[in-house]
């Protein structure tokens, strides 16, 4: 059964630190991973990738994957308040096009 | 539009009302997918469009709940006989292609009393 497992589920961090989220999974035919951000709303699109050891990055954020360790982390340097959120790790299960998700990271940041 | 609109934003049923929950994706999204999220979890898939074709409902959880999608674009997931374990936040999402990542909608947060 695919799955996709997230650490840590919760994570309190002052303003200015870096976290490191982690994902790991177990899925048939894997084609990418993707991760999200949400708040009180819609999960919102960060990253999807699909080449190990390649780094995709936006901003503070930053992502990879390493596909032999069945692995991805995304790092947030210099963190904000706005950066408070769960963040969500999915992947297409079975190779097809639906999302299994992971329980989430909720991280919170305080000033 | 922007983004995927969902309505209403909020539900409230009694236990065995029937519930229509709308989604309208971002305009010549081909692919369109319903999500359940319980409180403090992660979304779990319900069902999959490609155009108008229903092409996997492997994830709805009884035959209460039924979705359809006649035209292509706007898309209903119905549940009938509403039950309390119903009560959660439905999630719609659309995607321009099987490679290519899902854009979600607010939501709409169901409640069964």
């Known amino acids: 059964e695919d799955k996709v497992v997230q650490s840590p589920l919760s994570l309190v961090v002052h303003e200015g630190d870096t976290v490191t989220l982690n994902c790991s999974y177990e899925?048939?035919?894997?084609?990418?991973l993707l991760w999200y951000k949400q708040e009180k709303k819609a999960p919102t699109f960060l990253f999807m990738l699909?080449?190990?050891?390649i780094e995709k990055k936006s901003g503070r954020l930053s992502s990879i994957l390493d596909k032999k360790e069945l692995f991805s982390i995304l790092n947030i340097t210099a963190t904000q308040t706005g950066d408070s959120a769960v963040y969500l790790c999915?992947?297409?299960?079975?190779?097809?096009?639906?999302?299994?998700f992971g329980k989430g990271t909720r991280l919170s940041v305080i000033a | 539009g922007a983004g995927v609109s969902q309505s209403p934003r909020y539900k409230v049923a009694k236990r065995g009302q029937d519930v229509a929950l709308r989604c309208d994706p971002i305009?010549?999204?081909?692919?369109l997918f319903w999500y359940q999220q319980a409180l403090g979890q992660g979304p779990e898939f319900l069902t999959y469009?490609?155009?108008?074709?229903?092409?996997?409902k492997s994830g709805l959880p009884s035959d209460r709940f039924f979705a359809e999608r006649p035209e292509g674009s706007v898309s209903t997931l119905k549940i009938q006989r509403t039950q309390q374990e119903d009560s959660a936040v439905y999630l719609c999402?659309?995607?321009?292609?099987?490679?290519?990542?899902?854009?979600f909608g607010d939501g709409t947060r169901l409640s069964i009393l």
């Open positions: 999915a992947v297409p299960y079975s190779g097809n096009t639906p999302l299994v």
């Open positions: 899925v048939t035919n894997f084609r990418s």
């Open positions: 999402a659309s995607s321009s292609g099987s490679n290519q990542p899902q854009h």
């Open positions: 305009s010549g999204h081909v692919s």
């Open positions: 699909t080449s190990s050891g």
């Open positions: 469009f490609q155009n108008e074709a229903q092409l996997d």
